[in-house]
C-alpha cells in the first residue's frame, strides 16, 4: 500500500493538529509500514495526531476480552501520543448549529461525525480532520483542502483532509 | 480554549506497532463476524416475518 498525498500537505499542517477518524485507526492497523511512516513524518513535523472520545468508543467496543481491549487502546494510544480531544459543552452547542446547517443531509449522520465536525468548528484553522468518510463531510460546510490516495491490492481508499474556515 | 498537546511526542516503532496491530486486527475481524451475522440473523427475522403476513 501507498499513501499519495501533495506535497504540500505537511508544510501546510505543520505545528497543527490533525484529527483522526475510526477509519484512519483501522487501516493503520492492517498497514503497519505506510502508516507507521506517514504518521512519523507528520510527528517529526510537529503535527499533533489526535482523535475524541467518541472514535475511541467506537473503535474499543465489542472487544471480546481484556488483552483485546487494552491492545485497542494501545493501537491508539502510540498513534496519538494519548491525546484525546474534550467533548464540552460548547461542542453541544455547535452540534445543534451543524444540524441546522446539514439540513436534510443530516439525517443519515453518525454521531461520531456530527462532533468531528464540531471540534472542526471549534478550532477552526488550527485542526484539520482526516476521514476516509468523505460522503458525511459536505463541502458546502467544511473546507476539503487536501485528499490522500491510499492505493492498495483491490483499488484504491480515498481520504479527505478538511478545516472548518468560515 | 487552547488545543492540547502531548508532553512527549513519541516516534511509532514498527516493530511493537505490529506486534500489537496483529491483536487489534484478530479483535475487529471478530466484530465484523458477529455483526455480519447479526445482520443475517435479522435480515432472516423480517423476512420470516413477511412470509407469515402473506
Known sequence: MNLIYPPTLIPTIKYKHLLLDTNVFRDAANNISTYTTFFNDLKSNGVTLTTIDLVKFELLKGSTNTAKYQATEKHIDDITNKTTLPINPRNCELAYDLIKLYGIDGSAMHITDLFLGTILMQYGENIYLMTRDTSDFLQRIFNLRFVINATHAKGIFTYGIYQYTK | ?54
Open chain 2, 1 to 54: 480554549m487552547a488545543l492540547p498537546r502531548p508532553k512527549n511526542i513519541k516516534l511509532i516503532n514498527e516493530k511493537e506497532f505490529e506486534k500489537n496491530a496483529k491483536k487489534v486486527r484478530e479483535s475487529f475481524e471478530e466484530k465484523e463476524k458477529y455483526l455480519l451475522e447479526r445482520r443475517l440473523r435479522n435480515e432472516l427475522n423480517l423476512s420470516s416475518n413477511s412470509y407469515s403476513h402473506d
